[in-house]
């Protein structure tokens, strides 16, 4: 089946520091990657995406590459922020299997200052 | 542009009693998705709508789950009965079409006492 596995939480950081969150899946087909933020008292936010194999998703510094060889979609920063601060969800949807989202468990990232 | 609306924010009940929850999608958005989201995990689909068709409603446990979509636009999520095991984050999203982008809303808390 179509599944996500990511790093468990919570990973605790300095501002500055850089940032590692695991990611692999397993997968029918060629499937979409996200990343997902969820600030606190906030809805889920799309960070970033790629679609087919090698492609670097990146926004407001974060960047995920899509490895087919390895099932892999790590999420990297190179200097996290105290706003930075959120839980973190990977995620897959494969077509067909429908456009349906399946997430990773989330994993929740603080920094401090 | 506002974004996905859902309300209530949060609901406590007492197991037996019946629940609704209420979505209002971004304008113009053609595919609307019901995800719940248990504590400590990743939201999982229950439902998904082509404008008011449910064209995937595979993990609806239809036995006291119900959900419509009248006129393809506001969405309502219904549990008669309520269940302890209920208790979880209900997640409203939307998106322009079935491959595009999910826009989720803020979700409704909802606690079975």
């Known amino acids: 089946g179509n599944s996500v596995t990511q790093m468990e939480g919570p990973v605790t950081l300095s501002e500055e520091a850089f940032l590692t969150i695991n990611c692999t899946y397993t997968a029918t087909g060629y499937p979409s990657l996200f990343w997902y933020v969820q600030y606190p008292g906030e809805g889920l936010q799309l960070l970033l995406k790629a679609t087919k194999a090698d492609d670097k998703g990146s926004n407001k510094g974060f960047e995920a590459t899509y490895r087919k060889e390895t099932t892999s979609f790590h999420l990297e920063k190179g200097s996290v922020q105290v706003s930075d601060s959120a839980v973190y969800f990977c995620?897959?949807?494969?077509?067909?299997?429908?456009?349906?989202?399946?997430f990773g468990k989330g994993t929740t990232l603080s920094v401090s200052s | 542009e506002a974004g996905v609306v859902q309300s209530p924010r949060y609901k406590i009940i007492e197991k037996k009693q019946p629940v609704a929850f209420w979505c209002n999608p971004i304008?113009?958005?053609?595919?609307l998705y019901w995800y719940r989201q248990n504590l400590g995990q990743g939201p999982e689909l229950l439902i998904r709508?082509?404008?008011?068709?449910?064209?995937?409603d595979s993990q609806l446990p239809k036995d006291r789950f119900s959900a419509e979509r009248l006129k393809g636009v506001d969405s309502t999520l219904k549990i008669q009965p309520a269940e302890l095991g209920d208790s979880a984050v209900y997640l409203c999203?939307?998106?322009?079409?079935?491959?595009?982008?999910?826009?989720f809303g803020p979700g409704t808390r909802l606690t079975v006492l």
């Open positions: 304008s113009g958005h053609n595919t």
């Open positions: 709508y082509e404008n008011e068709e449910a064209v995937d």
């Open positions: 999203a939307s998106s322009p079409g079935s491959h595009n982008e999910q826009f």
């Open positions: 995620a897959l949807s494969v077509s067909q299997a429908g456009t349906a989202l399946i």
